[in-house]
């Protein structure tokens, strides 16, 4: 067997391999883009990058000695390829966005795959090692960092209730939370006055005890609370 088409054979394998153990750790975790997903897109960028450096079969000589290779073209291709499909993966659901770690992995598995296609096998075994221990091990550690959580609130009262963003306030304090920016609505013609705004938190749980605050305010005629990226 040609042992260049032994070396091709071998680049798309290791891409097989790196793409199959991201594609697991998604899978494994419940995405939608996973085990096979991830596979077929680092088998492509290697096949792609193959295709690159190994034009000379499908262009006469002659015509080859008057073109200047730039591997760096094809990698820029695939990677804006990859973004539409990274793009795809990510959603917005209500007010939460995901889909945003599915789309990075998709991302450097790409990039893995052209790292193997060009041939540096120990560059793709290192990277591929990182990103999975990027997705699966730093996952504990990124759970331990403090973040702080968002949610939107709409509350509705009657006109004549005075000072509603103090009183808002007053109960954000008491509880821990932070009141960003609001606006305001008052309609004289259904006698309601309507405030939204911003809350925010590092303890998550405490949503759930303001909305428990707000049930006990006999001065809101409604309210929507709403946790998630903002």
Same mark, same amino acid.
């Given at each position: 067997?040609?042992?260049?088409?032994?070396?091709?054979?071998?680049?798309?394998?290791?891409?097989?391999?790196?793409?199959?153990?991201?594609?697991?750790?998604?899978?494994?975790?419940?995405?939608?883009?996973?085990?096979?997903?991830?596979?077929?897109?680092?088998?492509?960028?290697?096949?792609? &990058?193959?295709?690159? *450096? +190994?034009? =000379?079969?499908?262009?006469?000589?002659?015509?080859?000695?008057?073109?200047?290779?730039?591997?760096?073209?094809?990698? *820029?291709?695939? &990677?804006?390829?990859?973004?539409?499909?990274?793009?795809?993966?990510?959603? +917005?659901?209500?007010?939460?966005?995901?889909?945003?770690?599915?789309?990075?992995?998709? =991302?450097?598995?790409?990039?893995?795959?052209?790292? /193997?296609?060009?041939?540096? $096998?120990?560059?793709?075994?290192?990277?591929?090692?990182?990103?999975?221990?990027?997705?699966?091990?730093?996952? =504990?550690?990124?759970?331990?960092?403090?973040?702080? +959580? $968002?949610?939107?609130?709409?509350?509705?009262?009657?006109?004549?209730?005075?000072?509603?963003?103090?009183? /808002?306030?007053?109960? &954000?304090? #008491?509880?821990?939370?932070?009141?960003?920016?609001?606006?305001?609505?008052?309609?004289?013609?259904?006698? $309601? *006055?309507?405030?939204?705004?911003?809350?925010?938190?590092?303890?998550?749980?405490?949503?759930?005890?303001?909305?428990?605050?707000?049930?006990? *305010? #006999? $001065?809101?005629?409604?309210?929507?609370?709403?946790?998630?990226?903002?």
């Amino acid at each position: 067997m040609d042992s260049e088409l032994i070396e091709a054979g071998l680049r798309l394998l290791a891409a097989t391999l790196a793409g199959g153990i991201i594609g697991a750790e998604r899978a494994y975790n419940g995405r939608a883009a996973g085990f096979r997903t991830h596979i077929l897109v680092c088998v492509a960028s290697a096949l792609l &990058m193959l295709l690159m *450096q +190994h034009q =000379w079969l499908a262009v006469p000589a002659e015509q080859l000695a008057t073109i200047r290779v730039d591997p760096t073209r094809m990698a *820029q291709g695939i &990677m804006t390829g990859i973004g539409f499909l990274g793009a795809g993966v990510i959603l +917005h659901d209500r007010q939460a966005v995901r889909g945003l770690t599915t789309a990075a992995s998709i =991302w450097v598995t790409s990039a893995i795959g052209i790292i /193997l296609g060009s041939g540096f $096998y120990m560059i793709g075994l290192m990277a591929g090692a990182l990103a999975l221990g990027t997705l699966s091990l730093f996952r =504990w550690v990124e759970s331990h960092i403090p973040s702080r +959580h $968002y949610a939107r609130l709409v509350v509705k009262a009657p006109l004549e209730i005075a000072d509603l963003d103090g009183r /808002l306030r007053e109960l &954000m304090k #008491d509880k821990g939370l932070k009141m960003g920016r609001y606006a305001f609505i008052a309609s004289r013609s259904r006698e $309601y *006055q309507e405030l939204q705004t911003t809350i925010s938190t590092f303890n998550p749980r405490k949503f759930s005890t303001l909305q428990k605050m707000l049930l006990e *305010q #006999d $001065y809101l005629l409604s309210f929507r609370l709403l946790p998630g990226d903002v």
